[in-house]
């Protein structure tokens, strides 16, 4: 049997190292934390106060997608304090994206991309 701790880290690619690190700085509000040194750049990010981490790993390629928000692709999702707050945060730096405050999944959804068109999910207690 596999005993679980958590979730430590997810990976996700960009084509833009800088402007990525701005994105999931200063919109998603990530603080950078040290990163081993690799033979290809990228950043990594702790998030909440558990040990959970977000990877950037940068590759020239393309990304995953070429559209929009689909709240069904594959993502990862971070909970928030405050539902009503976020969609404002959000709004006031023009950053699309989709919500949902009586979502069945019993917590607020509120969906968007990065600029690597990577879906992310901010959810809130109801």
Same mark, same amino acid.
Do not use: C
């Given at each position: ?5 958590g979730?430590?880290h997810?990976s996700?690619i960009?084509t833009?190292?800088e /402007?990525a690190k701005r ?7 990530? /603080?950078e934390?040290?990163r081993?040194?690799f033979?290809?750049?990228?950043a990594?990010?702790?998030?909440? =106060?558990?040990?959970?981490q977000?990877h950037?790993?940068v ?6 997608r070429?559209?929009g928000?689909d709240?069904r692709?594959?993502h ?5 304090a405050?539902?009503d707050?976020?969609?404002a945060?959000?709004s006031?730096h ?6 949902? /405050?009586? =979502?069945i ?10 600029p690597?068109?990577?879906?992310i999910?901010l959810?809130a207690?109801?």
């Amino acid at each position: 049997m596999i005993r679980h701790e958590g979730i430590h880290h997810v990976s996700l690619i960009v084509t833009d190292l800088e /402007r990525a690190k701005r994105f999931y700085e200063e919109i998603i509000g990530l /603080r950078e934390i040290p990163r081993p040194a690799f033979d290809f750049p990228g950043a990594w990010y702790g998030i909440g =106060s558990n040990g959970q981490q977000l990877h950037l790993i940068v590759h020239t390629g393309e990304t995953l997608r070429g559209g929009g928000i689909d709240t069904r692709d594959g993502h990862f999702a971070i909970r928030v304090a405050d539902f009503d707050e976020t969609i404002a945060w959000l709004s006031e730096h023009g950053i699309e994206h989709r919500h949902n /405050r009586n =979502s069945i999944t019993g917590f607020a959804q509120i969906f968007l991309t990065d600029p690597d068109r990577n879906i992310i999910e901010l959810n809130a207690a109801r």
